[in-house]
């Protein structure tokens, strides 16, 4: 079956640090990837997606990259804000036939930012 | 915006109860789904359902039940809450295929 893996957490940082959040995936077929973002409080937002290998997702100055051969879509930021502490999820689609697009998710990274 | 409405955000509820957890979406989004929240276990899938009158279960559905007899509205049914059943529920819905999942706020439910 289809599954996610991200890195463990929780992650914590100075502002204005790169930030990696590694994320991995086993499925069959050619998947969509997806990048959430939890607020304290709040549901899950999307925060980007690639819906195939080489596309780079990209929003709010967060970026992944699809990658078919090291099947991997890695969260990454350049300098990273107090704001952006949240809980980040990756997560695949299963684009087979009667799967209609329902989300596999990792198990969620924790990120702190301190100013 | 979507909108993806649930009903409560806190609820809680004694073992043996049935519990209806409700949820909202204004559109006209085929898929619904819900999911459970976990510390580190990440989100996993209870049900969804793909039309009106439609469900599929999803990897982990025993002690649930869902309804959906109108296209925007999906409900998930505790027949009788037990105390492992304490989480946070998210509600989600998309139009099918590679479309993102739109979320509501979550309901978290206590089960003493």
């Known amino acids: 079956g289809n599954s996610v893996t991200q890195m463990e957490g929780p992650v914590t940082l100075s502002e204005e640090a790169f930030l990696t959040i590694n994320c991995t995936y086993t499925?069959?077929?050619?998947?969509?990837l997806f990048w959430y973002v939890q607020y304290p409080g709040e549901g899950l937002q999307l925060l980007l997606k690639a819906t195939k290998a080489d596309d780079k997702g990209s929003n709010k100055g967060f970026e992944a990259t699809y990658r078919k051969e090291t099947t991997s879509f890695h969260l990454e930021k350049g300098s990273v804000q107090v704001s952006d502490s949240a809980v980040y999820f990756c997560?695949?689609?299963?684009?087979?036939?009667?799967?209609?697009?329902?989300?596999?998710f990792g198990q969620g990274t924790i990120l702190t930012v301190h100013p | 915006d979507v909108k993806v409405t649930q009903s409560s955000r806190y609820l809680v509820k004694r073992t043996g109860e049935k519990v209806f957890l409700e949820c909202v979406q204004d559109?006209?989004?085929?898929?619904m789904f819900w999911y459970r929240q976990d510390p580190g276990l990440g989100l996993r899938l209870i049900y969804f359902?793909?039309?009106?009158?439609?469900?599929e279960k999803g990897d982990i559905p025993e002690g649930y039940s869902v309804s959906r007899e109108k296209k925007e509205r999906f409900s998930l049914i505790l027949e009788s809450a037990s105390t492992n059943q304490t989480s946070m529920y998210l509600c989600a819905s998309s139009f099918p295929i590679r479309s993102p999942l739109h979320f509501g706020n979550g309901t978290r439910l206590t089960v003493t």
């Open positions: 359902s793909y039309d009106v009158k439609m469900k």
């Open positions: 559109m006209d989004h085929e898929n």
């Open positions: 997560a695949l689609s299963d684009t087979g036939g009667t799967s209609y697009g329902k989300l596999t």
């Open positions: 499925a069959t077929g050619y998947p969509s």
